[in-house]
């Protein structure tokens, strides 16, 4: 089976992790063949796929995959014919919104149900009841952006721009942090601290690696959001949502097809599992870094990741 090397998408960055994601989720709704990932073994672990003949194949997947997703209706759809900003919905757009997808499923929207459930829960609200926003929806644990930075419409610049040399970047580097797409600020590396600055960061335009932030967008259909007592909950996301929280995720050295992954995520507490049953189940290193939000719960940041097991 060929096995190919995507050395920029490094598994202890969550921009780079669920980047591959994405990569899998591409190949398991178009390839004939199943794509396996599986995580190297170097001080730096990146993405290791098998199941595609070479890089040029796998851009191509991506990139045709991309362009079906521009008229797709988790990107299209909204109240009187305008598309939604932003992942926050009122309850009775939101009941509306998951109608008109489930109601039209093509091969392709299929896919964009399954996203759209780890973007956000029918039952779970932003604030408490008499609040002004009791009933809008509250989006994933993984929702960084606010202010002019608004999720979806973000997600359709990327769609309608990324191109073939950016998905290349993303996937074998090096990452240029030179372009003006926008980014969901899932990449460790991008945050602009003002402690090593000679000026204040938030002047400067952020840089990103649009087609990483693709990918990964795409790669968010592993972790589902559900409903618990009118509060969201994230797959492998600690409670609660503006402070606290952080996110879990393996990395492992066996090759597993995107639904031995996904079942992975979805069903087994990795952080509490204890070592003997971690290695047992193939994985190298559980990793955990915490989920910062400024002060007004708007806009979200990765600390760095520590092991909760394994790593170096």
């Not at 996110?247 to 066996?254: A, C, I, S, V």
Request: hydrophobic fraction near 40%.
């Amino acid at each position: 089976m060929t096995t190919l090397e995507l050395p920029a998408l490094v598994g202890t960055n969550p921009l780079g992790f669920l980047a591959a994601l994405g990569v899998l989720d591409v190949a398991d709704r178009h390839d004939g063949e199943q794509l396996l990932l599986r995580w190297s073994d170097d001080l730096r672990p990146h993405a290791v796929v098998e199941g595609v003949d070479d890089l040029g194949t796998l851009v191509d997947l991506v990139e045709d995959d991309r362009q079906q997703w521009i008229e797709s209706p988790l990107l299209t759809w909204g109240p009187d014919g305008k598309p939604l900003d932003d992942v926050k919905p009122s309850a009775e757009e939101l009941h509306t919104w998951a109608e008109h997808l489930y109601c039209r499923l093509s091969e392709h929207d299929h896919a964009a149900a399954d996203l759209w459930c780890a973007l956000l829960a029918e039952g779970a609200f932003a604030g408490r009841p008499g609040t002004g926003n009791d009933r809008d929806a509250k989006p994933t644990h993984l929702h960084f952006t606010a202010g002019q930075q608004q999720f979806l419409k973000m997600a359709r610049e990327l769609a309608g721009r990324v191109d073939r040399d950016r998905v290349e970047e993303a996937l074998v580097g090096p990452w240029r942090y030179d372009s003006d797409l926008p980014s969901f600020r899932w990449d460790l590396r991008g945050e602009r601290l003002y402690a090593v600055s000679a000026r204040n960061p938030s002047t400067d335009p952020p840089r990103s690696v649009p087609a990483a932030n693709w990918l990964a967008f795409l790669g968010l259909r592993f972790f589902p959001v559900v409903a618990l007592n009118e509060s969201l909950r994230t797959t492998l996301c600690a409670a609660p949502w503006k402070s606290g929280g952080s996110l879990t995720w393996p990395l492992w050295h066996n090759p597993l097809s995107a639904s031995s992954i996904f079942s992975m995520l979805t069903s087994l507490p990795l952080a509490k599992m204890g070592v003997p049953e971690q290695q047992a189940r193939g994985l190298s290193t559980v990793l955990q870094a915490p989920i910062r939000r400024t002060d007004q719960g708007g806009y979200g940041s990765f600390g760095a990741p520590i092991p909760v097991f394994g790593g170096r």
